[in-house]
């Protein structure tokens, strides 16, 4: 019935789209007469203040999986990349609670599509998005969520539950890129004990994030070092699967769990 509740909104957007796979400087388009997106039910339009890039945006651009795109009808060319969002609904969909209006500052991660977040405007499931935090700027804010939610799924694929997280020892390979520096935060404000590996340029930044053990993966083998662990969660490269494994503890409820994409 009800129609949704929207600013002013153009017809037409910017976007940087992909009209073909390959190589970032040879496939993007920055182009200012994309069509914007309009809400159906349960989703909400945002106007895209910043966005993030991670690393299967760069697999996508390059046209990694394609065959699972084509299969879910969405291979089609042109592409816009992105999941994350950060910026302020300027239009409400039917059937979406009071909880989220227009002019509200949101963030969150969209869900895989061919309309990404490399545009000016987006259409987000509201579910999907939460009001941004006034401490976080848009730009913070969009480096987070994807990101986090992909690590936290591997740690729940790895056994780890934010309710029995406490007094856990976690181990998280590969703590100074985009995913383990939000997920050693998160670990360590649920009360779990962090070792991490990080190349010679994060050791400092995991230190200060509060990991409680940090070896350089360059110069160390984190399996000489780490023992007993409950959860070890891979986030940076995948040949290490097997040193991951022996450094569990013994016995159930430990676990291993992979991000990497292969
Ligand atoms: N970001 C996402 O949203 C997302 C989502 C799903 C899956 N993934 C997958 O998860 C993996 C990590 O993503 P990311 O965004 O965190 O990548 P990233 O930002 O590129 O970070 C990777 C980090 O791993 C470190 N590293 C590389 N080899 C290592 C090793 N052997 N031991 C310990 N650290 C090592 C690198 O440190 P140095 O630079 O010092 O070597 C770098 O800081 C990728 O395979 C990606 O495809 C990512």
Redesign the pocket.
Known sequence: MSSSTALMIPTSMRAAQVNRFGEARDVFEVVHNAPTPSPGEGEVLVRQRAT?V???DC?RRGGYGKKLMELRGMADLPLLLG?DVSGDIVAVGPGVSDRLLPGDAVFGAKRPSKEGTYAEYCVVKADDVVHKPAALSYAQAAALP??FL??WAALRDAGLQATTAAGKRVFL????????VVTIQVCKALGAHVAT??????VELCRDLGADEVVN??TQDFAEHLSDFDFAVC???Q??EKKMLSILRDGPGSGYAT???P
């Open positions: 993030s991670n690393p299967i697999r999941n994807y990101a992909s690590a390979q590969g703590g100074s890129g985009g995913t383990g590996t990080a190349g010679p340029a994060g993966y360059r986030l940076a490269d040949g290490e991000l990497c994409t």
